[in-house]
């Protein structure tokens, strides 16, 4: 690090992994509505979108290498994710028949919290919020709550 750069503040790392999350969620998405591989979409969205300026808007910087791994880990583990999310979800109400963006959601929160670096009740708080920016309606965001909080206590019952 430069004498010149300052490390970041512990709200600028908080917004930077929030800004990383809903890129996630917006890319996992975006991979199932146009079928484009991994690789080809987290390129897209560091060249075209995280930190990108244009006219019309700026998009917010973001903790890149936490992106790319809740992606990664997101296409990597979508088996055993989708899985866990069918378990919480009502029986007539599998994931493949939810909302693509919930179901994007559940993905990379699930990714997240197989990985035991962020405690799940923070994963949950934060994915909650997220679902926000996409549903401002309260009901899916405390379906959303419901549904992290079962997958939480399954992939991190010590936790609870």
Request: net charge negative; aromatic share 8%.
């Amino acid at each position: 690090m430069t004498a010149n750069k300052k490390s970041p503040t512990v709200e600028e790392k908080r917004a930077l992994r929030g800004a990383a999350r809903f890129y996630a969620v917006q890319a996992l998405f975006q991979m199932e509505a146009s079928d484009r591989g991994v690789d080809e979409t987290l390129r897209e969205f560091e060249a075209h979108r995280i930190g990108a300026e244009t006219e019309e808007e700026t998009w917010a910087e973001a903790d890149i290498n936490f992106f790319r791994r809740l992606v990664d880990a997101a296409v990597d583990r979508q088996g055993a994710i989708d899985q866990m999310t069918d378990r919480a979800l009502v029986a007539k109400w599998p994931i493949a028949r939810i909302d693509p963006t919930l179901r994007a959601l559940f993905r990379a929160a699930g990714a997240e919290l197989l990985n035991a670096q962020t405690p799940a009740r923070v994963v949950i708080s934060e994915f909650v919020a997220l679902a926000g920016a996409f549903f401002p309606e309260s009901r899916e965001q405390k379906f959303v709550n419901a549904v992290l909080d079962h997958m939480a206590h399954e992939a991190r019952a010590a936790e609870f």
